[in-house]
Structure formats: C-alpha cells, structure tokens
C-alpha cells in the first residue's frame, strides 16, 4: 500500500484544484516568462489587499520563515523560543541562521505554544519566538504577544496551517509582528508550492525582498518588468528563493476561491466535531472553527491505545491517517544534552492522530471515517476492558 494511491482510498489531504488554476498555468507558460514576473506581481498585491498588509512572496513556507528570521537579524548565539510540536522546517530554519531553536512545551487542549514553559526557558541569548498556529488555531496570541512585549522579543508567526484564519475579527497576518504562510499543494490555498511574509515592519520587507534574490539590491521591481540586473549591488546574504509565475498563476487563482475553500474545511470540521462528540473514546481539540480555517484535523485517542494498529485497521477499510508531528526535541540534531522531557508534548504525541480534511472530501466520507475510528476504538475498549 506505502506509496501507492488507490482510486477508492479516501486520503488524507490533497491539492484541489479547478480548471481556472489549469487554465491559468497554461496562459503563464504562453507568455513565456517562468520566472519572478508579473504574475508574481499580481499575486503579492492580491494577498495584500486581503490581508490589508503588505507581503513578499517566496518559495515555500520554510523560505518564508528563514528569510523573516534573517531579516530580523537572528544568527549565531541567540536563541529562539519553538514548541517542539511541530514540522521539522521550523527548527531547520532557526538552526540554518545559526541561532538554536529551543524546544518548549505545548497546551494540551490546542497543541499551541505553553507561554508559561516558555518563560522557563528564557536566557539573555532569546531573542525570538515562532508560535505556531497548529491545525489553524491559534491559542491565546495574546498571551504570547505580553510575553515578547515584556522580554523585547521578536515574533514570527508560523501560519502556515492558518491562512484565513481569524483572531478577535482580525486575519492572521493583518495584525502583529510577522506572520509566514505556505502554500504547497496540500494547504488551506495552494500555488502549488510558494509561501509569504506578512508584516507591517517595511524594513523587513525590504530585507525580504532583496534575500530572496539572492541579495541583489532593488531587483525586485525590475523581475515584475520582466527584466534584469545586470550591474548590481548585493551587501547581504542572499538566497534563490523567489516565487515563480506559474506557482503566481495558480495562487491567484485559489486566492478567488478562498471563501468556498475556507467554509468548506469548515464544514467537514463541524461535521467531524457532531459524529465524535457521541464517543468518549476520542478527544478532539479546543478549536472555534467559526473562527479559525482549519488545515488538518487532529484527534487524541485514549491512553494505551496502539496506535499503528489503528492507522493500519484504518488504511484496510481505504481511509489514509497521518501523525503531525514528531517531536523535535527527540531528534538527534536538536537535542540539547540528551534534551529534557516536555510533560505534555511527550504525553500527547503517542495519543495523536489525524483525520482526512480536505475540499474534497464529502460529509458522508466524514461520517464514514467517524463510523470506523468509533468502532476501532470500541473494539480495544471492549478487549482491554
């Protein structure tokens, strides 16, 4: 089965696209430009307008939080505050500066940052802290924006789970410090791969703009002309990590259908949250989905419960399952002298599991997949019982 798709799986997350996003790369690739053109252009003053900020397009999600964290001068001695819960990419980025990523607790109620662990973890050397907005929520950001007013840190958002996903009324990315999405084929929108940087800081901006083109001094609006520089300045370190015009054209498209998107997610979300609540056999999250634009939809199953035994009685009845995330703190390359347990992230990760969520999902598969876990679980209550 590994590896091997099969037509009546129903699977985890997908790309969902229209024959508009087709369309689009077709009309992309007739004129001719493949690179940082004018529908890049476009595409970073449509995201503007909706999040009512202005922001800078890149490669991916991941460039996306390098070049914020390089902008705001993070490098070699200085730590930045992360919950171990979470991608990979995140503690790559902040290692890639130089600086140490330092692994914190989460809440188990939303698998957000515990702001009161991080404060345990704060040393003259912090000077950041990347929240991450798990499965689209937030927590309380609030809470995390005293304590970096407090302890003049620096805030990088990790939205990468949460375009479109709103806090008191307000975008994420239209409020705050910076803020960095992705939109690989699998997110809440796609440009098939890509990412952004959202911020009211112009500085950043600036910086951004030119380290994604390798440092090449005001190239930025020459790329949108469709032209080059050809006699430059560079003075920073700089990176290949522009967005191309093809990625541009599908993102613009995907950007028109963000509403249908979003309440779609939604809607399965509500309909997950009706089929469970019958069992007390799974627990899901703490989330306020007429708030947030959910990207995975993530269940804790009881205690002792063999996991793998579950995504595999899962995947035999044609339902893909997946776990987000290992923790980083037990990773050989981020641990810190052996690195110390976190309490609940330790506790939490063996229970997790997550659920198909994506546009094209039906709400009679949710019932299908709710019908199965129930059941699953109920087979090993009854046997442990």
Known sequence: MEGVIKNDLIRLSK???SQKEKTAVM???DIGYLGMGTMVDLFEKNLSKYLSR???CVSNGTSALHLALQAIDIGPGDEVLIQSLTYVACFQVIKATGATPIACDILPNTLTIDIDDAKQRLTSRTKAIMPVHYSGGVGNLDDVYKFAKQNNLRIIEDAAHAFGTEYKGKKVGSFGD???FSFDGIKNITAGEGGCISTGDKEVLNKIKDARLLGIENDTEKRFANKRSWNFSVTN???RYHMSDIMAAIGIEQLKRIDYLINKRKKLCFSYQKYLSSSNLVQMLSLDYNQISPHIFVVKLPNLVNRDNIIK???EKG????IHYFPNHRLDYFSMNGMQSLEATDAIYPRLITLPLHPNLTLKDVKYICDCLIEELTKYDQTSG
């Open 313 to 315: 009685s899962l995947l």
């Open 237 to 239: 370190q700089g990176w």
């Open 27 to 29: 009309n992309a690739l």
């Open 54 to 56: 202005q922001t800078v």
């Open 178 to 180: 910076i803020a960095c």
């Open 15 to 17: 790309s969902c696209l």
């Open 319 to 322: 339902i893909q399952t997946g």
